[in-house]
């Protein structure tokens, strides 16, 4: 018995020094300091449980400003993501946008979209659009910047939560970002795209 614990005090010890090593970088500490104005807001997000505390809000904002790649902030309203602009807009402008166009020509102005969307992320991230295996990146980035959810489902794309309530947009922007020809199956939201084999 005075054996197997002598064992296993060993193993305790080899474990913790395991744990130990690959700890070799400590943590550092960063001190903040926040106007008055801005603590308030931050305490206030907070007391209403809209963030559990200073460093997950933090963590969140670093997460949200490395997911966007909006790393050139010129100055309020101008934002850049490598070669593109963003832009925050209320989806009822863009609705409105949309609703004066004449519904035959939806479907060529997505594609026009798409095909602008795609120079966007090759230029800029790195993605080749065309190739089915980087679609999952190709929906995250879409997901990033408020287009909505996308899925790929054998060979159909289901888009959930889109901010853009027309299905001949969508299938024209997606044409022309992943270079497929996309069936409207529904034609309300979540929308339904069958993949047509070429």
């Known amino acids: 018995m005075l054996e197997d614990i002598k064992i296993m005090q060993k193993d305790e010890k080899k474990k913790l020094r395991e744990l130990e090593s690959k700890n070799e970088e400590p943590t550092r500490?960063?001190?903040?300091?926040?106007?008055?104005?801005?603590?308030?807001f931050i305490d206030s997000l907070i007391r209403e449980?809209?963030?559990p505390g200073i460093k997950p809000l933090i963590s969140k904002m670093l997460d949200v400003y490395r997911s966007m790649m909006i790393y050139d902030w010129r100055f309020p309203g101008e934002y850049y993501c490598g070669i593109s602009r963003i832009a925050f807009v209320?989806?009822?402008?863009i609705n409105i946008l949309i609703q004066n166009i004449p519904c035959e020509k939806w479907r060529e102005i997505g594609r026009?979209?798409?095909?602008?969307?795609?120079?966007?992320m090759e230029a800029t991230l790195g993605i080749e659009t065309i190739n089915r295996e980087k679609w999952p990146a190709v929906f995250k980035r879409l997901r990033v910047q408020g287009f909505g959810d996308f899925y790929l489902k054998d060979k159909y794309i289901l888009i959930k939560a889109p901010f853009i309530g027309e299905s001949e947009i969508w299938a024209g922007l997606l044409e022309g970002l992943l270079d497929v020809k996309l069936d409207v199956k529904t034609n309300?939201?979540?929308?339904?795209?069958?993949?047509?084999?070429s």
């Open 90 to 93: 209320n989806v009822e402008l």
């Open 188 to 197: 309300a939201p979540p929308f339904v795209l069958e993949i047509k084999e």
């Open 49 to 51: 449980g809209k963030e």
């Open 29 to 40: 500490r960063t001190t903040i300091i926040l106007e008055k104005e801005e603590r308030e």
């Open 112 to 120: 026009k979209m798409g095909e602008v969307a795609k120079v966007s």
